[in-house]
C-alpha cells in the first residue's frame, strides 16, 4: 500500500525565513511525485512533478527536490501570500487508473508579517 | 478557460437524502476523479473514470454511485446519505500526468 508522511504537521515562519517541508514516501513503483498548494475554501493547485530521485524543480521562492525515500519542499525569503497547506502526493505504476494519486495530509504554512 | 466547474458549491441535507454532486470539465480531458477531504486523513479517492462509460472504484467508493454519459460530465450521487459523508469533495481531471482539481463542493448532513 503506498504511503505519504508530511511533517511538520504546521509551520509557523516569519517573513523572511527560510524553511523546508518534508514528504516522506513508500511507493511499489514512483511514477511521480507532486506538490500542490491549497489556500483554503479552494482546490488543489499545481505546483511541481518529480520524476527521478536528484531531479528538482523552481517556481519563484519555491524549490522542490526528490530522493528515493523523500521530497523537500524548499522556502526561500518567505512571504505572507505563501501561507497555504502544502500537499504531497505520489502516484505509482499500477496499470488502470495509475494516474491516481496517494495524498499525505499536509503542512500549513504560516508566514508572519 | 473554465476548466472544471462544479456544483453546487454548499449543500445541507438530510440524512437518508439523495444527493448529486455535478462536475463539468471543459477540456475533454479523458480521465477524471472524485475525492472527498477530511481533517485527519487528507485526500482520499472516491471514484475514477478512464474514459465515457468507463468507472472504477477508489479507495473509499461506498455509499457513492458515479456515472460517466459524457466525457465532460462525471456526477458523483450519494444514494442515501449520511452524517459521515459530511465533507468537501473535489473532482479532478488529467491533462499530461498532471490532475487538476475544481474548486470543491462542501457538503453537510444533518
Known amino acids: 500500500e503506498d504511503q505519504v508522511t508530511q511533517s511538520p504537521e504546521a509551520l509557523r515562519l516569519q517573513e523572511g525565513e527560510s524553511s523546508s517541508l518534508n514528504c516522506s514516501y513508500t511507493v511499489s513503483g514512483l511514477r511521480g511525485l507532486f506538490w500542490y498548494r491549497q489556500d483554503p475554501g479552494k482546490g488543489p493547485e499545481f505546483l511541481f512533478t518529480l520524476y527521478s530521485a536528484g531531479e528538482e524543480k523552481e517556481k519563484e521562492r519555491l524549490k522542490a527536490t526528490l530522493t528515493k525515500k523523500e521530497s523537500f519542499l524548499h522556502i526561500t525569503a518567505p512571504k505572507p501570500e505563501d501561507s497555504a497547506t502544502y500537499l504531497c502526493?505520489?502516484?505509482?505504476?499500477?496499470?488502470?487508473?495509475?494516474?491516481?494519486?496517494?495524498f499525505g495530509k499536509g503542512t500549513k504554512l504560516s508566514v508572519i508579517p | 478557460d473554465a476548466g472544471i466547474t462544479q456544483s453546487p458549491r454548499y449543500k445541507i441535507t438530510e440524512t437518508g437524502r439523495q444527493v448529486t454532486l455535478m462536475c463539468h470539465q471543459t477540456?475533454?480531458?479523458?480521465?477524471m476523479f472524485w475525492y472527498r477531504q477530511d481533517l485527519g486523513h487528507g485526500l482520499r479517492l472516491i471514484y475514477y473514470s478512464a474514459a465515457a462509460d468507463i468507472t472504477d472504484k477508489g479507495e473509499v467508493p461506498d455509499g457513492y454511485v458515479v456515472s460517466r454519459s459524457k466525457t465532460e460530465n462525471f456526477p458523483l450521487t450519494l444514494e442515501s446519505a449520511t452524517r459521515s459523508q459530511t465533507s468537501v469533495y473535489f473532482c479532478a481531471s488529467v491533462s499530461g500526468n498532471t490532475i487538476y482539481f475544481g474548486e470543491g463542493s462542501w457538503l453537510t448532513v444533518v
Open positions: 477540456w475533454s480531458h479523458s480521465y
Open positions: 502526493a505520489v502516484q505509482a505504476y499500477s496499470g488502470a487508473g495509475s494516474y491516481q494519486l496517494t
